[in-house]
């Protein structure tokens, strides 16, 4: 499965931990003047969160960002940039959120390289566009 924010290409074992808890659609409820109850569905654009997740659980590791990809995405959110975020067959645009990019190194040691591991979160907001 691919998962990718922009030109990020990110492991495929991250989870989206929050897949399935936003709502897709938005309603409201009215209620007539004889008492029916009348509900407006509309398909929502935007909004949603994106949280991405890499775990150290157990010595199982579940995900991983490196160094660089933690810096690609660190000058998206510096930036505010939109860009394309796929999750498998999912494509959709998002931001990185300001402040949702919270990451410790997996092997701590002075001097992180590029290539090192990471274990944190990752949140991304829909942007609707």
């Known amino acids: 499965m691919t998962i990718s924010v922009g030109a990020v290409t990110l492991s495929d074992d991250l989870i989206w931990e ?3 808890e936003d709502a897709s659609i ?5 209620t007539t003047i004889l008492g029916n109850i009348v509900i407006n569905t509309n398909p929502l654009s935007g ?35 939109e860009v394309l975020f796929t999750y498998g067959t999912q494509s959709f645009n998002v931001v990185v959120k300001a402040g949702g990019i919270s990451v410790k190194p997996l092997l701590p040691k002075v001097g992180q390289g590029y290539s090192d591991y990471y274990t944190g979160t990752v949140i991304l907001l829909e942007t609707g566009a």
């Open 18 to 20: 929050n897949e399935f």
């Open 26 to 30: 938005g309603q409201g409820v009215n």
């Open 47 to 81: 909004g949603r969160t994106v949280q991405l997740t890499a775990r150290n659980t157990g010595g199982a590791i579940y995900g991983f960002f490196t160094r660089l990809q933690i810096q690609n995405l660190k000058t998206y959110e510096a930036n505010g940039t």
